[in-house]
T-cell receptor, first 116, second 111 residues
Framework: DAMVIQNPRYQVTQFGKPVTLSCSQT?????MYWYQQKSSQAPKLLFH???????NEADTPDNFQSRRPNTSFCFLDIRSPGLGDAAMYLC???????????????FGPGTRLLVL | QKEVEQNSGPLSVPEGAIASLNCTYS??????FFWYRQYSGKSPELIMF????GDKEDGRFTAQLNKASQYVSLLIRDSQPSDSATYLC???????????FGAGTQVVVTP
């Protein structure tokens, strides 16, 4: 089945220790998104890629970086995690914005990050 | 600032009854509207999307859109305990396909 996969599902890191979360997709979608979601809050968009074009949200901290080496994979790097970065990180994909139905986003299972 | 507003709930619904969830949005240029279900500790799961004014039905779910009044609603018929979750409304008005999410309405279906 075509899907969005995230690894690991749970990640424990230490304060200030860099961490990388990964996302892969078999949907062959053009757009990939990274969201941060804290308890009882809406998902907050961090950045997205349309193909290789990177788009950063204005309020995304510099501590967060992303890479998309190919269509299938996208990575979220947190350079120096703080306690406030503990959250669920969600990867999503969409086929093609501007097409009817093409902007529908499909989410992976998420990675829950704990910062000690 | 584009906003999507939902009542946080919890909305308590007896099993078998109809759950009615509402969502309002501020961007009059929004074109497409989505409802996601999110179980506690899980990721959002698409229920349905709607683009045109009126009703759209999918099984026990009906989405209703009124662009003039800038609201979209979701009805869940014959509510089951497995429908207990948080329901996120999301609105797209951006050419990049970015979604604005509401904070969600928690639904609790009681046997």
């Amino acid at each position: 089945d075509a899907m969005v996969i995230q690894n690991p599902r749970y990640q424990v890191t230490q304060f200030g220790k860099p961490v990388t979360l990964s996302c892969s997709q078999t949907l062959n979608h053009n757009v990939m998104y990274w969201y941060q979601q804290k308890s009882s809050q809406a998902p907050k968009l961090l950045f997205h890629y349309y193909d290789k074009d990177f788009n950063n949200e204005a309020d995304t901290p510099d501590n967060f970086q992303s890479r998309r080496p190919n269509t299938s994979f996208c990575f979220l790097d947190i350079r120096s995690p703080g306690l406030g970065d503990a959250a669920m990180y969600l990867c999503a994909t969409s086929r093609e914005p501007g097409l009817v139905g093409g902007e529908t986003q499909y989410f992976g299972p998420g990675t829950r990050l704990l910062v000690l | 600032q584009k906003e999507v507003e939902q009542n946080s709930g919890p909305l308590s619904v007896p099993e078998g009854a109809i759950a009615s969830l509402n969502c309002t949005y501020s961007d009059r240029g929004s074109q497409s509207f989505f409802w996601y279900r999110q179980y506690s500790g899980k990721s959002p799961e698409l229920i349905m999307f709607i683009y045109s004014n009126g009703d759209k039905e999918d099984g026990r779910f009906t989405a209703q859109l009124n662009k003039a009044s800038q609201y979209v609603s979701l009805l869940i018929r014959d509510s089951q305990p497995s429908d207990s979750a948080t329901y996120l409304c999301a609105v797209n008005g951006d050419s990049w396909g970015k979604l604005q999410f509401g904070a969600g309405t928690q639904v609790v279906v009681t046997p």
